[in-house]
């Protein structure tokens, strides 16, 4: 029985993927090296850190990770005060109807904590999630499982009994990791996402509701039985 649906929040509750776009670029190219947008998808769903490891590596950056990451969340921050957050088309409507429904509700994701509050606070949605989890606080992040299994032992339901909705790669790995349904979220505003993880994909939460994801998560079970 479904009794909890846990969210990722970048790309799924809010558009902040362009800040993360943006703010690398710039930074790569005053250090001498241009990129194409497309670059940075291979880290939707990755944490700051692991970003600028790797890129860091790539490119023999000559800072420190941490200072890339300040300068970074810096840009992003001008960037999300300029643009206010942008919150994903029907989300909110989803996310009460969901609560409505009877579900818990989590978030888990890559973003700091702090982060995530804010955000949610920002388009009226904190109230509606009994726990939020970043994976600043657990040891590995996505596709690793630990968010996710993070979230469901803090709302008390069994991870057999979640769903979890994302949007990337890394993202639907960790909750098929985590022994969850997962519902990947095509989002047609950003660039194509491999997917195959999900049990599910839809392009929209504008019909979507506790009854939709029941029935998803009923016919998985079905199929894995």
Known sequence: MLEAIIFDMDGVLVDSEYTYFQSKSQILKEAGHEVEESYHFQFMGTTSDYMWEQMKQEFSLPLSVPEYVEEMTALRQEMIQRDGVQVIPHAQAFVKRLYEGGLKLAVASSSS???IKKNLVEIGLSEYFSEVVSTEEVTHS????DVYLAAAERI???PEHCLGI???KNGTGAVRNAGMVCVGFANPAFPKQDLAHAD???SSFETEDAASL?????EVRAQDA
Do not use: N, S
Request: charge should be negative.
């Open 214 to 218: 029941a029935k998803i998560y009923e």
């Open 166 to 168: 994302e949007d990337t």
């Open 156 to 158: 008390g339901i069994r």
């Open 113 to 115: 904590l702090a982060e």
């Open 142 to 145: 996505k596709p690793a499982p």
């Open 200 to 202: 599910v994909v839809v």
